[in-house]
T-cell receptor
Framework: EPEVTQTPSHQVTQMGQEVILRCVPISNHLYFYWYRQILGQKVEFLVSFYNNEISEKSEIFDDQFSVERPDGSNFTLKIRSTKLEDSAMYFC?????????????FGPGTRLTVT | RKEVEQDPGPFNVPEGATVAFNCTYSNSASQSFFWYRQDCRKEPKLLMSVYSSGNEDGRFTAQLNRASQYISLLIRDSKLSDSATYLCVVKRGGADGLTFGKGTHLIIQP
């Protein structure tokens, strides 16, 4: 069964550093998403991406964040100048279409620890 | 007011019991409704979509009441493997992301 993959599984970085989290969505999917989950909190939507453009973004997704599809398979989330409060699990997801009923498949996540 | 509200639990129930979860959502523009399951430190996985007419998938039954903005999940004949956090999720439509509740923690006891 096809699945979303994410690397690395765990990233430790110092405050102020830049990190890039990587995702490989399911191959025939066209819509890509990033979510985060702070420990003990709910899963929160960050951004959706289609056709090499951001489709929607939440208020969490400020200028510190950017997304890119650098090639035909990878989808990345860059966090510039990380803060302690960026420590969280970051999940990538993809779907075939963006219609309301289309399932989003989640990757296993990257645990980001900012020290 | 929280967008998606759930009783956090934990719900401790014996194996074989029936357990029900409820959820309310605040945005009347929500178009799609789901229950996801999340195991500890793992990604959310879709359990089932929820339709206005109600739907069943094996031991799981989901109901939606749009007028009351209320969603429910019923698990019959619970198994030890049902122990997890159950996430109520809504979506407005288009390219919007999913809006998650904080989840209800279920513990099935032998």
């Amino acid at each position: 069964e096809p699945e979303v993959t994410q690397t690395p599984s765990h990233q430790v970085t110092q405050m102020g550093q830049e990190v890039i989290l990587r995702c490989v969505p399911i191959s025939n999917h066209l819509y890509f998403y990033w979510y985060r989950q702070i420990l003990g909190q709910k899963v929160e939507f960050l951004v959706s991406f289609y056709n090499n453009e951001i489709s929607e973004k939440s208020e969490i997704f400020d200028d510190q964040f950017s997304v890119e599809r650098p090639d035909g398979s990878n989808f990345t989330l860059k966090i510039r100048s990380t803060k302690l409060e960026d420590s969280a699990m970051y999940f990538c997801a993809s779907s075939e279409e963006h219609g309301a009923s289309y399932e989003q498949y989640f990757g296993p996540g990257t645990r980001l620890t900012v020290t | 007011r929280k967008e998606v509200e759930q009783d956090p639990g934990p719900f401790n129930v014996p194996e074989g019991a029936t357990v029900a979860f409820n959820c309310t959502y605040s945005n009347s523009a929500s178009q799609s409704f789901f229950w996801y399951r999340q195991d500890c430190r793992k990604e959310p996985k879709l359990l089932m979509s929820v339709y206005s007419s109600g739907n069943e998938d094996g031991r799981f039954t989901a109901q939606l009441n749009r007028a009351s903005q209320y969603i429910s999940l019923l698990i019959r004949d619970s198994k030890l493997s049902d122990s997890a956090t159950y996430l109520c999720v809504v979506k407005r439509g288009g390219a919007d992301g999913l809006t998650f509740g904080k989840g209800t923690h279920l513990i099935i006891q032998p």
